[in-house]
């Protein structure tokens, strides 16, 4: 009787796949934002299990400041977030970028997933940056919106106060552009798309330009990463191959994203992904240390901030040249990255 309890109880161990005695919990945020799609991707195809994970994802925040609020309260472990690391960096939080979420390690600018939508009768005219003088434009302060426009701005020859500035989180954008409460303003995808759907008249005014370097970082704190160092290649890996199947299949990866940002139609969805897969591109190179210094020094020359940090003490890129190591066809559909910006674990960033 012993024997054949034994050999059900072997059997039943045998039906159990082992990675799921083993998965480790890992608590994860999200921006209400056509780029942020990885992380549900690698929950819904599997990758994450397949890294050893059992990932948990926090609601999806209206904006990075909500994510790192959410960070620091213990809420999640890691996340994706960008020009909002700047200010939580110089508040004292002591976090680190692991790796890109969206941007570009092969160039300099980049930000095909921003533009400037503007609404029928506002007197602002397409393509003409210096017809936003004098209008209120909706931006949600301390994003890359926010950086987005102060871009803008700057190349039309205007300065900040030329304009009115609307602090605005990205959802309320399209309600105020209906409602006339503002002339125009300063989003990422799916909101500039969506606007151009549910306002009549409103029209795009800039998409992208290359203004910018896209901040788009994996980031965490710097205690939780020294303790985790095994996770957190784990999650890059889980997400580059997230990242890698996006690229492939646009259509597909937008369908997922309307199970996951709220009020997401499928045709916004897979109109957004046409840009968002041109930023999918999670390795770090000397492009994304100098996105962080241009961004930091552009907001310091116009009076955002009054002070800036090093970015080699809050960029970490051994993680993601250790994935980039063990698993190049992750990015084997990618461009190379030049060798005059390729870095390696030693490498320190100089202005």
């Not at 508040?91 to 095909?112: C, E, I």
Request: proline share 6%; aromatic share 6%.
């Amino acid at each position: 009787m012993k024997r054949i309890l034994w050999a059900l109880t072997a059997v039943m161990l045998a039906c159990v796949p082992a990675q799921s005695q083993t998965l480790t919990k890992l608590n994860v945020g999200m921006v209400s934002a056509i780029d942020m799609l990885a992380i549900p991707v690698a929950l819904e195809r599997g990758y994450f299990e397949k890294q050893g994970l059992d990932v948990t994802i926090a609601r999806p925040y209206a904006t990075g400041v909500d994510a790192l609020n959410a960070l620091q309260a213990g809420e999640t472990e890691i996340l994706q977030v960008g020009v909002p690391m700047i200010g939580a960096v110089l508040r004292g939080m002591d976090l680190v970028a692991l790796g890109n979420y969206s941007g570009s390690a092969t160039k300099s600018g980049s930000d095909a997933t921003m533009a400037i939508i503007a609404r029928e009768g506002s007197g602002i005219v397409k393509g003409d940056l210096k017809s936003l003088k004098g209008k209120k434009i909706a931006t949600s302060f301390g994003t890359i919106n926010h950086l987005y426009i102060l871009a803008l701005l700057e190349k039309a020859g205007l300065k900040p106060d030329d304009v009115q500035l609307v602090n605005t989180p990205p959802p309320d954008m399209t309600v105020a552009l209906l409602a006339k409460g503002i002339d125009a303003f300063s989003g990422w995808d799916p909101w500039p798309i969506i606007a151009q759907k549910d306002v009549p008249g409103a029209f795009e005014v800039i998409r992208g330009g290359d203004v910018i370097a896209y901040l788009g970082y994996v980031v965490s704190l710097r205690s939780w990463v020294e303790k985790n160092p095994e996770t957190t290649e784990k999650f890059l890996a889980a997400t580059s191959q997230a990242d890698q199947w996006m690229r492939k299949n646009p259509k597909a990866a937008a369908q997922i994203g309307t199970r996951w940002i709220p009020g997401l139609k499928p045709e916004i969805a897979e109109a957004a992904m046409e840009f968002n897969v041109q930023q999918l591109d999670r390795r770090l190179s000397a492009n994304s240390y100098k996105a962080l210094w241009s961004a930091q020094d552009r907001l310091q020359r116009l009076g955002v901030l009054k002070a800036t940090f090093d970015v080699n003490k809050n960029i970490d890129a051994k993680p993601i040249l250790n994935v980039m190591k063990k698993h190049p066809e992750l990015f084997a559909d990618l461009p190379p990255i030049p060798a005059d910006v390729a870095i390696g674990p030693d490498f320190t960033f100089k202005p």
